[in-house]
């Protein structure tokens, strides 16, 4: 099998909630046949979808995709879909650039780089950060972001809201829990050492060498392309405000985008050895993680917390995950604008996995 990733649920939501029950239609004769039996029985062509990308041995086996980014515009590999906490990786991969460039320590105190944040916080690291471990509450998920942001959801406002409210919910280094907001301050910190706008960084560094040209991080200066997937197919607000959430939620990308990103990773062209290493390295074990270990920017899916890894995201409407398989050479990756109301994708995982050699 691909993985083992049932583990999944806390992280990203990406498993239906009781709204819809997917249709399984089992193991064909080939992988094509079969992901495509899934896809057609669970999704309308008209409505809100799915496209799925699985690739071995720098081959791809499988690309298949239906439904619609927005209305009479159906999806297609040059989709753009928001990536939602699958972003995290990609943060990661930029703050680990400016520790190659000997521009900053894994465990330096993030008041360092940002000064303005109370001097409690001073035992925070940007490791701490990358692995989970701060004890800064999670802006979506530890506080009701509705209330304590007011309109537009944006970085500048998250970072004023913890100048003014330092109060941690446990000691940095203690435990790993969840949360969104140290991606964010990640995103701030590479902001303040690259003396650059975090967008121009990533592009600078990540995007444009790759020719991710259907890639951009979505913050409140931006305008959103046509070619971006609307939120079940309708518009393009998060529970109902613009959220951006730069560093955490907000990139932007495609499923070839997305391709030539795993490959590049896969292949070691993005970050040296020794820095993949750190970032593939179990820093939190198994018996102390919400998976099965977890990297700087990514999880372990696998339960031998060493074989499987990615991320994934749920941001509304919008489902997102990568997982590459090390011991077989292998990646998927799926992008999703239809919520809840999409075929399980622990399910569709399982069904690829069969055919992984």
Same mark, same amino acid.
């Given at each position: 099998?691909?993985?083992?990733?049932?583990?999944?649920?806390?992280?990203?939501?990406?498993? $239906?909630?009781?709204?819809?029950?997917?249709?399984?239609?089992?193991? &064909?004769?080939?992988?094509?046949?079969?992901?495509?039996?899934?896809?057609?029985?669970?999704?309308?062509?008209?409505?809100?979808?799915?496209?799925?990308?699985?690739?071995? !041995?720098?081959?791809?086996?499988?690309?298949?995709?239906?439904?619609?980014?927005?209305?009479?515009?159906?999806?297609?590999?040059? %989709?753009?879909?928001?990536?939602?906490?699958?972003?995290?990786?990609?943060?990661?991969?930029?703050?680990?650039?400016?520790?190659?460039?000997?521009?900053?320590?894994?465990?330096?105190?993030?008041?360092?780089?940002?000064?303005?944040?109370?001097?409690?916080?001073?035992?925070?690291?940007?490791?701490?950060?990358?692995?989970?471990?701060?004890?800064?509450?999670?802006?979506? $998920?530890?506080?009701?972001?509705?209330?304590?942001? $007011?309109?537009?959801?944006?970085?500048?406002?998250?970072?004023?809201?913890?100048?003014?409210?330092? &109060?941690?919910?446990?000691?940095?280094?203690?435990?790993?829990?969840?949360?969104?907001?140290? @991606?964010?301050?990640?995103?701030?910190?590479?902001?303040?050492?690259?003396?650059?706008?975090?967008?121009?960084?990533?592009?600078?560094?990540?995007?444009?060498?790759? !020719?991710?040209? !259907?890639?951009?991080?979505?913050?409140?200066?931006?305008?959103?392309?046509? #070619?971006? =997937?609307? !939120?079940?197919?309708?518009?393009?607000?998060? @529970?109902? #405000? $613009?959220?951006?959430?730069?560093?955490?939620?907000?990139?932007?990308?495609?499923?070839?985008?997305?391709?030539?990103?795993? @490959?590049?990773?896969?292949?070691?062209?993005?970050? &040296?050895?020794? %820095?993949?290493?750190?970032?593939?390295?179990?820093?939190?074990?198994? =018996?102390?993680?919400?998976?099965?270990?977890?990297? @700087?920017?990514?999880?372990?899916?696998?339960?031998?917390?060493?074989?499987?890894?990615?991320?994934?995201?749920?941001?509304?409407?919008?489902?997102?995950?990568? =997982?590459?398989?090390?011991?077989?050479?292998?990646?998927?990756?799926?992008?999703?604008?239809?919520?809840?109301? +999409?075929?399980?994708?622990?399910?569709? +995982?399982?069904?690829?996995?069969?055919?992984?050699?």
């Amino acid at each position: 099998m691909l993985m083992i990733i049932s583990v999944l649920l806390f992280i990203t939501g990406c498993n $239906n909630s009781g709204k819809y029950k997917t249709i399984e239609t089992g193991v &064909q004769t080939n992988l094509v046949t079969t992901l495509d039996a899934v896809l057609e029985a669970n999704l309308n062509a008209d409505g809100p979808g799915l496209i799925v990308s699985v690739w071995q !041995n720098d081959k791809n086996l499988y690309t298949g995709m239906k439904g619609v980014a927005r209305p009479m515009q159906p999806i297609s590999e040059d %989709t753009q879909f928001r990536l939602a906490s699958v972003s995290k990786t990609f943060t990661a991969v930029a703050i680990l650039k400016l520790y190659e460039q000997g521009l900053l320590g894994l465990h330096d105190s993030i008041v360092d780089y940002l000064p303005e944040l109370d001097s409690s916080w001073q035992e925070i690291s940007i490791h701490h950060l990358l692995t989970h471990q701060s004890g800064i509450p999670d802006i979506f $998920n530890d506080l009701n972001t509705h209330e304590v942001i $007011n309109n537009d959801i944006t970085n500048p406002k998250i970072l004023q809201y913890f100048i003014e409210n330092h &109060q941690l919910e446990f000691g940095s280094g203690r435990k790993e829990e969840y949360s969104n907001t140290g @991606y964010i301050l990640l995103a701030e910190i590479i902001t303040k050492v690259a003396n650059m706008p975090f967008p121009e960084f990533m592009d600078l560094e990540i995007f444009a060498p790759l !020719n991710m040209n !259907n890639t951009y991080i979505l913050d409140e200066d931006v305008d959103i392309t046509e #070619r971006t =997937a609307m !939120n079940h197919a309708q518009h393009h607000q998060i @529970y109902g #405000r $613009n959220v951006f959430a730069v560093g955490s939620s907000s990139q932007v990308s495609s499923m070839h985008d997305m391709e030539r990103f795993m @490959y590049a990773l896969m292949a070691g062209k993005i970050l &040296q050895a020794e %820095t993949m290493r750190l970032m593939l390295k179990a820093h939190i074990s198994k =018996a102390d993680s919400s998976l099965n270990g977890t990297g @700087y920017g990514i999880f372990y899916f696998s339960g031998d917390g060493k074989t499987a890894y990615g991320h994934s995201g749920k941001h509304d409407g919008f489902r997102t995950i990568y =997982a590459i398989n090390r011991d077989k050479n292998a990646f998927i990756i799926m992008l999703g604008n239809g919520g809840d109301y +999409m075929p399980d994708f622990t399910y569709v +995982m399982d069904l690829a996995g069969e055919f992984l050699e």
